[in-house]
């Protein structure tokens, strides 16, 4: 993450509109297309929709500017944030290759945000590693026409930087250590896996359900900058610096993957076509509210992508420990940080039990202990109240 940015906004140097990562790949994507304005179910109920997320800190830590409330409308008893367009005066993107009417071709997952920024500048200016003659790209690989773009510029290969940040190799020389007490809870939520399904992991803990997802079942794991079919990591010297996740890891890919960018990536989502989500958070609520990107004043993760997928994805799962540090609940009956997302949880999963979130009652109701873990040991680590499974609680699913 970076430390300065961070820095930087929180001592008031900086004005940062923070915006879900969906919603600013469509307002790019909208810009460039001449649509002033659109709904989205993201954000609905947060302080991005409500107003009073901070855009300025004071040198005291107060806000100094905090963002305006946005409009919002119900479609078909469901209620939508609207957005606003963005546009710029340049768009800087980073391509594969360009031929000489501009045309653009990308690699793999470098996608992302350059084919929606290429297209909201009002002068698009492309640094690429190759350039061609024309027609030796097919048309079919065509990934931004040159209509887009105003400058090409030819980076050589011996001035070339790629970058890699987290190099994340499968190495079976140096086998990645155990996750420990945290274990069960990535298998845990890989019990969740059905055959067929399309499933986002989350950076950290989530991502580990990989490892254990149930013999005889096929999933596709989707990460959110732009892939579908996500493999295992690479081994040492396959890495490519083209080909990561979200999470920033080199990653590789399974027979019949694809590549695409980050507006299609979030249509995917809003659309509803992502069966589970899988996320950690810093706390939820027993109404199934949800917060883990915002400690204000003092640490500032970003929404990054969390939002888009608590709006839309099919079923939401939370896996984290279940306190804090020291003991404090995480487990609440309010969320007491700016929230993600509104009564968008339907199951937690802890390192001592699994709950599931009764949205009509707003409620938690306990399905599974932990093993070594009592009913009492859960409610002395939980803030509000729940009510038992009919029957009682049962031994957690798919623990080692």
Not at 24 to 47: D, K, S
């Amino acid at each position: 993450e970076n430390q300065e940015f961070e820095r930087q906004y929180l001592s008031g140097e900086l004005e940062v509109e923070l915006t879900p990562q969906g919603t600013l790949a469509e307002r790019c994507r909208a810009g460039g297309a001449g649509i002033p304005a659109f709904y989205t179910p993201t954000a609905v109920g947060t302080m991005i929709h409500e107003g009073g997320a901070p855009i300025k800190y004071a040198a005291d830590g107060s806000i100094e500017i905090p963002s305006p409330a946005r409009e919002s409308r119900s479609f078909g008893g469901k209620e939508y944030v609207m957005e606003e367009a963005i546009t710029g005066d340049f768009g800087l993107v980073k391509a594969w290759k360009a031929d000489a009417a501009g045309n653009l071709m990308f690699r793999k997952s470098a996608r992302n945000f350059n084919q929606a920024m290429a297209k909201a500048g009002q002068i698009t200016i492309a640094e690429v590693e190759e350039v061609v003659p024309l027609g030796a790209l097919d048309p079919d690989e065509v990934h931004v026409p040159g209509v887009y773009v105003n400058r090409v510029v030819h980076t050589p290969a011996d001035r070339l930087e790629k970058r890699i940040e987290r190099r994340t190799v499968n190495d079976p020389a140096n086998p990645p250590k155990g996750a420990g007490s945290r274990e069960n809870v990535v298998r845990r939520a890989a019990a969740e896996f059905k055959d067929g399904m399309y499933i986002n992991l989350g950076i950290g803990m989530p991502m580990l359900a990989s490892n254990f997802v149930p013999e005889g079942v096929n999933v596709t794991l989707m990460s959110e900058n732009g892939i579908l079919g996500l493999g295992p990591f690479p081994a040492p010297g396959h890495v490519d610096p083209d080909l990561i996740n979200a999470g920033k890891e080199t990653v590789t890919v399974l027979p019949g993957a694809s590549f695409f960018s980050s507006d299609e990536s979030f249509a995917m989502i809003r659309g509803g076509h992502i069966d589970v989500t899988i996320l950690g958070a810093m706390q939820v609520a027993q109404n199934g509210d949800l917060a883990n990107w915002m400690i204000p004043g003092k640490m500032v993760k970003g929404m990054g992508g969390a939002m888009d997928l608590v709006s839309g994805s099919g079923k939401v799962i939370v896996t984290m420990d279940h306190t804090a540090k020291g003991g404090a609940h995480k487990i609440l009956k309010r969320c007491q940080l700016p929230l993600t997302g509104k009564a968008c949880v339907d199951m937690i999963i802890t390192n001592l039990c699994v709950f599931e979130v009764d949205k009509a009652a707003g409620r938690l109701v306990l399905t599974e202990l932990a093993p070594g873990v009592s009913v009492d040991d859960v409610r002395a680590a939980t803030e509000c109240e729940f009510q038992e499974a009919p029957g009682g609680a049962q031994p957690m699913k798919n623990v080692a």
